[in-house]
């Protein structure tokens, strides 16, 4: 269960505003709940980037650190792969994976934000972002880029060997 906390010295009742959302306050302690999901310092945790991936382009690495999901084990299943990345849209350097990943349990979309590395199903493409974007529709996140950002702007296309970290 997500729990998210705020001091609040109010008592207020519970509130059920959705498909399993909560708004609980109880002498002094106001949060936010989700059945059903995990709690924030699991949560945290499983987002930390346990697995690694190293993009190498022309002997320079941009390092990410992966999120676990099904998607995400479904890239990784398809490693060591060398591909070229492309800009699109002034946003994102992109680059069309040879066979599509699984969906299965992801959100119907993601906000990407600078460093994010996603996949976007309707397309089948791989996406590495170097500017903020708005929320998109069947948008994946896979993780989110730990260093060598930099290395996007170099190029409008290039080359990369993606391979798990040491």
Avoid: C
Avoid at 16 to 33: C, D, E, P, R, W
Avoid at 88 to 109: C, F, M, Q, V, W
Avoid at 122 to 144: C, E, H, M, Q, T
């Amino acid at each position: 269960m997500l729990v998210l906390h705020t001091m609040n010295l109010i008592h207020r009742p519970i509130w059920m505003l959705g498909s399993g959302l909560f708004i609980v306050s109880y002498l002094g302690f106001a949060g936010i709940a989700w059945a059903g999901s995990e709690s924030v310092q699991a949560q945290n945790e499983s987002t930390q980037g346990n697995i690694e991936i190293v993009l190498n382009v022309e002997g320079q690495d941009i390092v990410v650190a992966l999120e676990d999901s099904a998607t995400t084990r479904d890239f990784l299943s398809q490693l060591p792969l060398t591909l070229t990345f492309e800009d699109h849209n002034g946003t994102e350097k992109i680059s069309y994976l040879p066979r599509r990943l699984s969906t299965e349990g992801a959100p119907d979309g993601y906000d990407p934000q600078v460093g994010t590395f996603a996949y976007y199903a309707p397309w089948g493409n791989l996406a590495l972002y170097y500017k903020d974007f708005v929320y998109s529709r069947s948008l994946i996140n896979l993780g989110s880029i730990t260093s060598g950002l930099e290395v996007l702007s170099q190029s409008p296309t290039f080359t990369v060997t993606i391979t798990l970290a040491d």
